[in-house]
Structure formats: C-alpha cells, structure tokens
C-alpha cells in the first residue's frame, strides 16, 4: 500500500516536501515514480528513482532542476522535495511502484501499484 502526503497550500516560490510512505519488506526493490494530475489535464510524470540505492533518478524537463527526489529505505519512504514553486504546479500529486525493468519509466501504465494523492496548491 501507497499514500502520499505532505501536500498542501503555498505560495509561488514556496517549498513543499512530498512524502510516500509504503508497506512490505520488499521497498527497496521498487521503483518509485511522483506523477501529478492538474485540474482538467491528463496525469504526468514528474520524477522517478531507481530500486535499492536510489542512486539514478529522472525528472520531467518542467520540473528538473527545482524537484528533488529521494528514499529512504529503512522507513519505506520516498520523498520528493519542491522547491521555487509554480503556480503551473497546482495538481494532485500521486506516487506509484513498479517493477519493470524500463528506465525510465515516465508512462503511467508502466506502474503496477499507486497510492492515494495529495494536494497541492501554489498561490499568489
């Protein structure tokens, strides 16, 4: 099981620290991808990293360079640190697992497994 938290209201240039919290003792042999979902659009990939270390990640060009994704095994979590928001980052954000070995895996039909979402809101 998936849920995201950590979403909420912030304003344009603001930070935010997404959390992805999982269960079972098989975590760290997943990949874990953040997607988001804005009002009247279609799901999107945002970030990725890879099983075990997480020491390969990927991001969306919109995104690269103020997102930062990480894990931490031992608490079965991954993070996603957002900084310099936008209000174009407005959306639901959702985190998911997969176990395909395709990287990277910026498609949402390449993951099997995906959590509840968490809102966020970037104002003026």
């Known amino acids: 099981q998936l849920q995201a938290s950590g979403g909420g209201l912030v304003q344009i240039g603001g930070s935010l620290r997404l959390s992805c919290a999982a269960s079972?003792?098989?975590?760290?042999?997943?990949?874990v991808g953040w997607f988001r979902q804005g009002p009247g659009k279609e799901r999107e990939f945002v970030s990725v990293?890879?099983?075990?270390?997480?020491?390969?990640?990927y991001y969306a060009g919109s995104v690269k360079g103020r997102f930062t994704i990480s894990r931490d095994n031992a608490k079965n979590t991954v993070s996603l640190q957002m900084n310099s928001l936008k209000s174009e980052d407005t959306a639901q954000y959702y985190c998911?697992?997969?176990?395909?070995?395709?990287?990277?895996?910026?498609?949402?039909?390449?993951?099997?497994?995906w959590g509840v979402g968490t809102q966020v809101t970037v104002s003026s």
């Open positions: 990293i890879d099983r075990w270390s997480g020491g390969i990640t």
């Open positions: 079972g003792r098989t975590f760290s042999q997943l990949i």
């Open positions: 998911a697992t997969t176990t395909r070995d395709r990287w990277p895996p910026i498609n949402t039909y390449e993951y099997d497994n």
